[in-house]
């Protein structure tokens, strides 16, 4: 399988009883260490190199992923794109979108949105956050809603 960057780093559907998976992470787990290392005696207010802080889904993309297929010692599924869809779907840029038509996805993946906050507000500007303040909204009038804004 190649992998691509819209591969889902979240890996939606991952088993986590699965030694792979377990593997997985915990090959990424020590890679993030091992890079940190020379780092753990600096002060908290010390700059990381960009080029040595590597993000754990580069990690896991770029290095460990690959290394474990070329081992068959992890099997990865390709999702359907139009089901589970890349934050990118609201930009209509990613790729394989013209294809989707007008069906709603069912999980709209978005990763990439750095902070939880950041998330929720997004979801809220697209009419796709179903709390409101502690409790859940009204379900069906906001399934609706949701729904309506993939037309």
Same mark, same amino acid.
């Given at each position: 399988?190649?992998?691509?960057?819209?591969?889902?780093?979240?890996?939606?559907?991952?088993?986590?009883?699965?030694?792979?998976?377990?593997?997985?992470?915990t090959r990424v787990l020590d890679r993030i260490q091992k890079d940190m290392k020379?780092?753990?005696?600096?002060? +908290?207010?010390?700059?990381?190199?960009?080029?040595?802080?590597?993000?754990e889904q580069v990690i896991l993309l770029k290095d460990v992923l690959p290394a474990?297929? =070329?081992?068959?010692?992890?099997?990865?599924? +390709?999702? +359907?794109?139009?089901?589970?869809?890349?934050?990118?779907?609201?930009?209509?840029?990613?790729?394989?979108?013209?294809?989707?038509?007008?069906?709603?996805?069912?999980?709209l993946n978005n990763n990439w949105i750095e902070g939880n906050q950041n998330k929720? =507000?997004?979801?809220?500007?697209?009419?796709?956050?179903?709390?409101?303040? +502690?409790?859940?909204?009204?379900? =069906?009038?906001?399934?609706?809603?949701?729904?309506?804004?993939?037309?």
């Amino acid at each position: 399988m190649q992998l691509t960057m819209l591969v889902s780093p979240g890996l939606m559907s991952m088993k986590g009883n699965r030694s792979g998976a377990l593997t997985m992470w915990t090959r990424v787990l020590d890679r993030i260490q091992k890079d940190m290392k020379p780092f753990h005696s600096l002060p +908290d207010s010390a700059t990381i190199p960009p080029e040595r802080a590597k993000h754990e889904q580069v990690i896991l993309l770029k290095d460990v992923l690959p290394a474990m297929l =070329n081992h068959s010692e992890i099997k990865v599924i +390709d999702l +359907d794109r139009c089901t589970y869809a890349s934050g990118l779907w609201y930009t209509r840029k990613a790729p394989h979108i013209k294809t989707c038509g007008h069906i709603p996805p069912a999980v709209l993946n978005n990763n990439w949105i750095e902070g939880n906050q950041n998330k929720i =507000n997004r979801a809220k500007e697209r009419k796709h956050w179903f709390l409101h303040g +502690d409790r859940c909204a009204p379900w =069906n009038a906001t399934l609706t809603t949701a729904i309506n804004t993939f037309k």
